[in-house]
């Protein structure tokens, strides 16, 4: 690809990479102690929260009811630093790591800092299931996705055409502008791992100030190719290619304008 994109001032407020891989029974409980140990320092907090669902089965149709029969389903760990903006999150079959914005807000880190920090924590995984004998980690899908949260003011909630490229003005409707408009897009990425998609959806939200704006959230999701940590990070950076060019793509010029577009 040619030179991405590239934004002094991204109205990005999250970012998430992560990987599904084979179940491992033993990533619960206290038997991942020693690998809290090693994160305590930089990553003192831990929550629980519900599992996640295989990245397959969220890929169609969107998030769907999940029905558990037997035990009570494994919980999902987050592992937070002491600035509440980087976090990692772990279950039997999942490793993600996440910047977000916080408050006071953070500034955004770019991509590096949170690729970089993926590649950490799958590396630590693997030493960690190797040495306690727990299998092998072996990667499936990768996943990319960014939240942009785009200040507009509330009558403009339903003119898309401000922030979506090609999108039709209502001017001529005899009611005007809606009051709301949220859109959702689907797109093929051949050319990455297999069946992978870009989904974008946009429409407003509250922003955790209680300020409301513009969500636009971007994902690319998909199989790797191959069952390695290299082949994973290589699915996540050619995703992540792929999802800042598609932002550009699909964003006005006035909106880049406001965000400082460099290149």
């Given amino acids: 690809m040619s030179e991405l994109p590239d934004f002094a001032n991204p109205p990005v407020i999250e970012v998430a990479c992560g990987v599904q891989f084979r179940p491992i029974a033993g990533l619960r409980g206290m038997a991942l102690a020693p690998l809290y140990n090693q994160w305590r320092e930089r990553f003192p907090t831990v929550q629980e929260q519900p599992p996640l669902p295989p990245m397959e089965a969220s890929t169609v149709g969107g998030p769907g009811v999940q029905i558990f029969l037997g035990n009570s389903p494994d919980v999902r760990l987050w592992f937070i630093d002491?600035?509440?903006?980087?976090?990692i999150q772990i279950q039997q079959d999942r490793l993600i790591v996440n910047w977000r914005e916080g408050e006071p807000r953070g500034r955004y880190p770019r991509y590096n800092s949170v690729r970089d920090n993926l590649e950490s924590r799958l590396s630590d995984l693997s030493n960690f299931v190797t040495q306690e004998n727990l299998g092998k980690l072996e990667i499936s899908h990768g996943e990319v996705?960014?939240?942009?949260a785009i200040d507009a003011p509330e009558e403009d909630f339903g003119a898309l055409d401000k922030i979506l490229v090609g999108w039709p003005k209502f001017a001529d409707h005899h009611l005007g502008n809606p009051k709301a408009a949220r859109v959702s897009l689907d797109f093929s990425v051949p050319d990455v791992g297999e069946m992978t998609s870009l989904r974008v959806s946009l429409g407003p939200g509250g922003r955790s100030s209680g300020e409301i704006s513009m969500f636009m959230t971007m994902t690319v999701e998909g199989r790797t190719d191959g069952a390695s940590s290299d082949a994973a990070l290589a699915f996540i950076d050619a995703a992540h290619d792929h999802l800042v060019r598609s932002f550009a793509e699909?964003?006005?010029?006035?909106?880049?304008e406001s965000w400082g577009r460099r290149s």
């Avoid at 002491?82 to 976090?87: F, I, N, P, Y």
């Avoid at 699909?250 to 880049?256: E, K, L, S, V, Y």
């Fill in 82 to 87: 002491e600035s509440g903006r980087e976090v």
């Fill in 145 to 148: 996705s960014y939240i942009n």
């Fill in 250 to 256: 699909i964003t006005t010029a006035a909106q880049h």
